[in-house]
């Protein structure tokens, strides 16, 4: 399993903004072969969400952004003036699990 951090540094005032896209379901990602779960974070400060997506393994992950329904989602400027800079990604191989708690 893989869990892939997108930080979004986002501008003042923005952050549930930010997080009600998420919340809106846009690039049915849940419906993604090999997709486990997402988790959207909003750091105590609002100037950064983090969103972590759950994968079966890296190939899922990388067929969802070769697919049209990543590009579909992510080709609308999702981030809408909301952003101070670009996202930053980083990719993380589960090495260790111990009991999951049920995401929202």
């Known amino acids: ?38 988790e959207v974070l909003k750091s105590e400060g609002e100037d950064e969400v983090l969103v972590v997506t759950w994968w079966e393994d890296r190939a899922s992950f990388d067929a969802w952004v070769a697919s049209d329904a990543f590009r579909e989602a992510h080709g609308r400027g999702g981030g809408g003036g909301l952003l101070r800079e670009h996202p930053r990604m980083t990719v993380y191989e589960v090495a260790l699990e111990r009991g999951r708690r049920p995401v929202r």
């Open 1 to 38: 399993m893989i869990a892939v951090a997108n930080s979004l540094p986002v501008r003042e005032g923005a952050a549930d903004r930010i997080v009600e896209m998420f919340s809106a379901g846009r690039g049915a990602v849940q419906d993604f072969p090999g997709f486990v779960a997402m």
